[in-house]
């Protein structure tokens, strides 16, 4: 499974911007996808994950109200929408693939990760 991350860039703080997650393959569809991100000088942390179906989804404490997750085309491409951006968002963004189909906050939970999306947010 090959994952592409995109839709990264430069933006003030209090803007939105939504990241695209695209696997190569329908099996990704069967398995939880998550993002994670990794600020300079950081360890990556967990930001949101959903399930295989869609139906649940689980958020980090620092993002929770201001993104979404969400499964489309299929459950093969994940979204996340993020508004109200704060510098302290800035980060590169993953997203991850699941061994299975129900969705953790642990790095250990994914298997296949895409290559990364960088997003700057400005004050």
């Given at each position: 499974v090959q994952l592409q991350a995109s839709g990264g860039g430069l933006v003030q703080a209090g803007d939105s911007l939504t990241l695209s997650c695209a696997a190569s393959r329908r099996t990704a569809s069967n398995n939880a996808v998550g993002w994670f991100r990794q600020a300079p000088g950081k360890e990556r942390e967990f930001v949101a994950c959903i399930d295989w179906r869609g139906g649940s989804t689980y958020y980090a404490d620092s993002v929770k109200g201001r993104f979404t997750i969400s499964r489309e085309n299929g459950k093969t491409t994940v979204l996340l929408q993020m508004s109200t951006l704060k510098p302290e968002d800035t980060a590169v963004?993953?997203?991850?693939?699941?061994?299975?189909?129900?969705?953790?906050?642990?790095?250990?939970?994914?298997?296949?990760?895409?290559?990364?999306t960088l997003v700057t947010v400005s004050s």
């Open positions: 963004y993953y997203c991850a693939v699941g061994k299975g189909p129900y969705g953790s906050s642990w790095p250990s939970a994914y298997v296949y990760w895409g290559q990364g």
